[in-house]
T-cell receptor, first 115, second 111 residues
C-alpha cells in the first residue's frame, strides 16, 4: 500500500481562523478523499478530490468552508475555513491505489482543536 | 435509521479469546465490505476486504458477509493485547466512491 503523510499532525486554532492540511503520497494516485472523524463518531466523507477536476463535495459540505486543492497525483490540501469549535475533529486523507479499485487506505490524520 | 449499525462497545476480553465483531446494514446496494483497525491517535488501517457474500481468512482474522441477512462479521482468533483498538466496518456500493462507516467497536484484550 502507499505511504500517506499528513501535515500538521495536530493543531490548536482560534475561532474564525483557517487551517490548511496537507496530504502527501509516495506514489501517484487518481482518487483522493478527505474524511472527518468527530469525537466519538465514525468517519464521514467530506469530498472526493481527483487531479485535474474540481472536488466533489458530499451533502452537508461546501467548497467555501472546505476548499480543496489537487495540483498533482501525489498531493492534496484541505482548508478548514472560518473555524468554529464545531470543526474540532480529526481530518483524514484517503486514497485508492492500483490492484483493487475498492481497497482504500488512510493517512494518520490531523487532530484539530478549535477554541 | 443509520445505513450501517455497529455496537460501539466497549468490548473487553481476556488474551486468547475469540472475538466477534459485527455490523448490520440496510442498503442492499452495498457490495464491498471492509474492516479497519484504528489505534488511538492513528489513522484507520485496512484489515480485511471482501466482495459480496462469503468468508475470507487472513491469519487470525476471518471476515464473513451474509448479504441475505445484511450482516457482516469479523472474527479474531487467539486475541492478543496488541489487538486492542477500535474496529470499524465500512461498505461501498458498486458505483460511486463513498465508503459508509459504522461507528466502530472499541476492543480491549487483557493480558
Amino acid at each position: 500500500s502507499a505511504v500517506i503523510s499528513q501535515k500538521p499532525s495536530r493543531d490548536i486554532c482560534q475561532r474564525g481562523t483557517s487551517l490548511t492540511i496537507q496530504c502527501q503520497v509516495d506514489s501517484q494516485v487518481t482518487m483522493m478523499f478527505w474524511y472527518r472523524q468527530q469525537p466519538g463518531q465514525s468517519l464521514t466523507l467530506i469530498a472526493t478530490a481527483n487531479q485535474g477536476s474540481e472536488a466533489t463535495y458530499e451533502s452537508g459540505f461546501v467548497i467555501d468552508k472546505f476548499p480543496i486543492s489537487r495540483p498533482n497525483l501525489t498531493f492534496s490540501t484541505l482548508t478548514v475555513s472560518n473555524m468554529s469549535p464545531e470543526d474540532s475533529s480529526i481530518y483524514l486523507c484517503s486514497l485508492r491505489t492500483g490492484g483493487s479499485d475498492n481497497e482504500q487506505f488512510f493517512g494518520p490524520g490531523t487532530r484539530l482543536t478549535v477554541l | 435509521q443509520k445505513e450501517v449499525e455497529q455496537d460501539p462497545g466497549p468490548l473487553s476480553v481476556p488474551e486468547g479469546a475469540i472475538v466477534s465483531l459485527n455490523c448490520t446494514y440496510s442498503n442492499s446496494a452495498f457490495q464491498y465490505f471492509m474492516w479497519y483497525r484504528q489505534y488511538s491517535r492513528k489513522g484507520p488501517e485496512l484489515l480485511m476486504y471482501t466482495y459480496s457474500s462469503g468468508n475470507k481468512e487472513d491469519g487470525r482474522f476471518t471476515a464473513q458477509v451474509d448479504k441475505s441477512s445484511k450482516y457482516i462479521s469479523l472474527f479474531i482468533r487467539d486475541s492478543q493485547p496488541s489487538d486492542s483498538a477500535t474496529y470499524l466496518c465500512a461498505m461501498k456500493e458498486t458505483s460511486g466512491s463513498r465508503l459508509t462507516f459504522g461507528e466502530g467497536t472499541q476492543l480491549t484484550v487483557n493480558p
